[in-house]
């Protein structure tokens, strides 16, 4: 078949994919298989070897990353369910104060957090970072939403363990290690430069509060919250006295005054933060000092060992276990892993249907192809998959599914290229990461949760995020030069 045909053969089978889910609603896995189908029968690979290179694609990149990623969330659902995360917002507003807290608190999100599902993430964070928005000042609502929506959109693609830079290690045979290095050096200029420039932006009248923010949303959240705070201090009292009420705690005083013993109470019972967080940063330096053993070539077995992402990450679930029994229970822990297990199991179909494209793509010969097309430069094809994955995203509204797939269409051309995979999975997160708007399950999040108008969201989420997608690629291209 020509060359021609191939491409033609390609791209059809992508758009038909992208049809089905935005048009005719079918579910990401079904679509994509089908269009992995058709790819492999339209290229002439016949039917045993077309189904054949699916399931291959699916088992080997399930090889890769299905433990990791099932690990990953079972960690975050742990600490989800510990408390862990409302804390370490709360610890930061502390530390660094509430002018500061866009950046530390996007940080914290883009980095440490990310073994957390995003929707999990979300739920729990928004409300804090709505309730701590006024204390920045006039912006705060714009800056903490801008901040919100570009931390969690890029710990995803650029953080490990995000389940969709997980994904693209594992497609494209990035060792886990470096991924961690690499995503690190890019994510944390990212979030800072883009949430920079937003500030400014809003400074310049970008914003408009009146139109933007949804005032009777946020007070009504607000006051729910205070009465969940009192309910919580007069609990136990309640339950002593007929009706639920308590002689002498009728008034406003007492009810505050309830709920200050019973939040100093609940605080010294706690484990310490860093207790909590302990397993999961001894996994990621763990992958680290693997990855770095192996960049200088040292052999040291017993560390290679535990350096070994699956070891890692095992080792990290484990101890989350075990500090988080020690302070919420073991009943409790298990309602957080069958959370987990629940979460997990959805992207993980996805990843692995990813691959299977991915594979039927490279049985095609499309590699070769577009090889040829890229072979005088490393900048061209990374610029193209950026592109690919943002005009995905537009279409799709999925970060994930958007940064396999168009990492999946250009994986086979990086070792003909001699381009190093890892700058390919970057540039494909960051293009997926460009116009996330109405069509995305995080942007009505954000709007709701944050009390935002639609077009407040669509300033701090769509704007917000596609400045960091810009922010990143053009970060991403001088590293290129180096690497």
């Known amino acids: 078949m020509s060359d021609i045909a191939v491409l033609i053969n390609t791209a059809i089978a992508v758009l038909a994919a992208v049809l089905l889910i935005v048009r005719f609603r079918v579910n990401p896995v079904i679509a994509l298989v089908l ?50 995360i409302r804390r370490l917002v709360e610890h930061l507003l502390q530390t660094f104060g509430p002018k500061r807290l866009p950046y530390t608190m996007g940080l914290a999100i883009g980095t440490v957090l990310q073994s957390i599902f995003l929707d999990v993430l979300l739920v729990i964070s928004a409300p804090l970072a709505r309730k701590l928005a006024p204390k920045i000042g006039k912006l705060g609502t714009a800056r903490m939403a801008t901040a919100m929506a570009i931390a969690l959109e890029c710990g995803i693609v650029f953080t490990v363990p995000g389940v969709a830079s997980l994904a693209l290690a594992g497609l494209l045979n990035v060792p886990l290690g470096k991924m961690l290095l690499f995503g690190l050096l890019l994510v944390i200029p990212t979030i800072i430069i883009a949430i920079a420039i937003m500030t400014f932006l809003f400074r310049r009248g970008f914003w408009n509060e009146a139109k933007d923010e949804d005032h009777t949303f946020v007070a009504e959240e607000d006051r729910e919250g205070e009465e969940e705070e009192y309910d919580g201090g007069t609990a136990a009292s ?62 040291l077995p017993w560390l290679q060992l535990l350096g070994e992402p699956v070891i890692a990450l095992l080792i990290g679930l484990i101890g989350t276990c075990l500090v988080t029994r020690s302070a919420i229970g073991q009943k409790k822990v298990e309602e957080a892993i069958a959370v987990g297990f629940k979460e997990s199991g959805q992207i993980l179909i996805l990843t692995g249907v990813g691959g299977s494209l991915a594979a039927t793509v490279k049985a095609a010969g499309l590699g070769d192809i577009l090889g040829g097309f890229f072979s005088a430069s490393t900048v061209a094809p990374l610029l193209v998959v950026w592109a690919i994955a943002a005009v995905l995203h537009i279409a799709v509204g999925s970060v994930t599914l958007s940064a396999i797939t168009a990492a999946g269409l250009l994986a086979p051309i990086a070792p003909v290229i001699g381009l190093d995979p890892v700058l390919l999975a970057l540039s494909a997160g960051a293009g997926s990461l460009f116009m996330v708007h109405v069509t995305s399950n995080t942007f009505w999040l954000l709007q709701s949760l944050l009390g935002q108008s639609v077009r407040g969201a669509l300033k701090s989420v769509t704007v917000g995020v596609s400045v960091a997608s810009v922010v990143a690629i053009l970060l991403i291209l001088p590293m290129s030069l180096l690497f």
Do not use: C, H, W
């Open 35 to 84: 269009s992995s189908v058709y790819l492999g029968l339209a290229v002439g690979l016949g039917v045993e070897k077309t189904v054949k290179t699916i399931t291959a694609g699916f088992g080997d990149i399930m090889v890769d990353v299905g433990l990791l990623i099932a690990f990953g969330v079972l960690m975050g659902s742990i600490l989800n369910q510990s408390g862990a």
């Open 238 to 299: 309640a339950s002593a006295a007929p009706g639920g009420r308590t002689p002498g705690s009728d008034g406003p005083g007492a009810r505050k005054a309830g709920a200050a013993v019973a939040v100093a109470e609940r605080e010294e019972k706690q484990a310490p933060l860093i207790l909590l967080f302990a397993p999961l940063l001894t996994a990621l330096l763990l992958i680290g000092a693997g990855a770095i053993l192996q960049i200088l070539k040292i052999d």
